[in-house]
């Protein structure tokens, strides 16, 4: 059993336990608006729910400007929160953490959980939180005094935005928060570019690919040789192109297979574990197109604005496509799809993967996302 999968089996069978004796407590109705000094919000996994969650809580700034909200996170989607300045304060769920969590016992007048069905999430949010507000699910369902059903027909942006609906605010955002940079850091990162092509960035077009996945499902992939196809046809197309392969450290040996198959290397360069992070937010801003895999630096890419196309198969678009932008899709051409309902916990191991990639992924063609121009 793999780690995420461990962790998953503690969270049903543990928090299960603690869920049941938590729901024999009475939980606090709301307190009226102007009596909210503190607000929490939970959000604990990915980088790309952390940014989908972002228009909520900047609407709920708008609401209550005079209360702090803090944002109980991890070590791993912490960086998005302290590129907002709608954040006062951002509190870890990490071990080396936990004593000064107990001493938080209900210190929130409002605690909102954005994880659709952790019950850990559940449990924090309870603990913490004098009034809470989560997406009904299970047994965590009966932690929270006002509990929301989870729509899996719109978009998660919305979803999120649901979740303010007990304190009377409706809200449905037009586009993603973007992350905010220095002009500092983008200086450094064009400058960067610029030492990296040889030239100044006017003279060129960048394309930006991100080939890589979450380990969660990393079937979500589409077939390495497709994109190598994709960055040649770019390339011969248009010789100001210059395609750069984004990543982290780890994906950094995915990238170099990739440039392998294209033929003409001179114009692809492989970004992965080269910016940082502030870095890579200001990538997008220089950024012509970026096409990537379903995961987080997609909706980063979106969130700053910049033309994105997401390539989609176990999961569905509709609810975690690239918000106001193009998504790919063909898994409703296969009865399995989507393999992936994230709100009911559910990643079903793939019977229908080769070489890596599940077989909807390896549907989408070379040529449909050239066309997406």
């Not at 989607?77 to 071990?95: A, G, M, S, T, W």
């Not at 973007?178 to 610029?194: A, S």
């Not at 197109?289 to 198969?313: E, W, Y």
Request: charged share 30%; net charge positive.
């Amino acid at each position: 059993m793999d780690k995420v999968a461990f962790q998953r089996s503690a969270d049903r069978f543990f928090g299960g336990l603690l869920c049941g004796f938590y729901s024999l407590k009475k939980s606090r109705h709301l307190p009226k608006k102007d009596q909210v000094r503190d607000i929490l919000i939970v959000r604990l996994w990915t980088l790309g729910e952390s940014i989908l969650t972002l228009p909520m809580i900047e609407r709920l700034r708008k609401e209550f400007p005079n209360a702090k909200i803090t944002i109980l996170a991890r070590n791993r989607n912490k960086e998005i929160f302290k590129h907002v300045d709608f954040v006062d304060d951002i509190l870890l769920f990490e071990r080396e953490n936990f004593t000064n969590l107990a001493k938080l016992h209900q210190h929130y007048d409002i605690a909102i959980d954005t994880e659709p069905y952790l019950r850990i999430s559940g449990l924090l949010t309870r603990f913490l939180g004098k009034a809470q507000v989560g997406f009904d699910h299970g047994l965590r369902g009966r932690l929270y005094g006002e509990k929301i059903a989870y729509n899996d027909q719109q978009h998660a942006v919305l979803t999120f935005c649901d979740l303010l609906r007990p304190l009377r605010i409706d809200y449905k955002p037009e586009k993603l928060t973007p992350l905010k940079v220095t002009d500092e850091v983008l200086k450094n990162c064009k400058n960067k570019l610029e030492s990296l092509f040889g030239c100044e960035l006017h003279e060129v077009r960048i394309i930006g690919i991100h080939a890589g996945t979450a380990e969660s499902a990393k079937y979500r992939a589409w077939p390495k040789e497709n994109f190598a196809k994709l960055i040649q046809k770019l390339i011969i197309r248009d010789k100001t192109i210059r395609v750069v392969l984004t990543g982290s450290k780890g994906e950094h040996q995915t990238n170099e297979e990739i440039m392998n198959m294209v033929e003409d290397k001179k114009h692809v360069f492989n970004l992965a574990g080269v910016l940082s992070f502030e870095e890579f937010i200001s990538l997008f801003s220089y950024i012509d197109r970026f096409v990537s895999n379903d995961t987080g630096p997609m909706h980063l890419a979106a969130a700053q604005g910049c033309k994105t196309i997401g390539l989609f198969g176990p999961n569905l678009p509709l609810r975690f496509g690239p918000y106001g932008q193009t998504a790919i899709y063909h898994g409703d051409k296969l009865p399995c799809s989507p393999c992936i309902n994230i709100h009911k916990g559910k990643f079903v191991k793939c019977k229908r993967i080769k070489n890596g990639c599940a077989e909807c992924m390896r549907m989408i063609e070379v040529e449909e996302v050239d066309g997406r121009r």
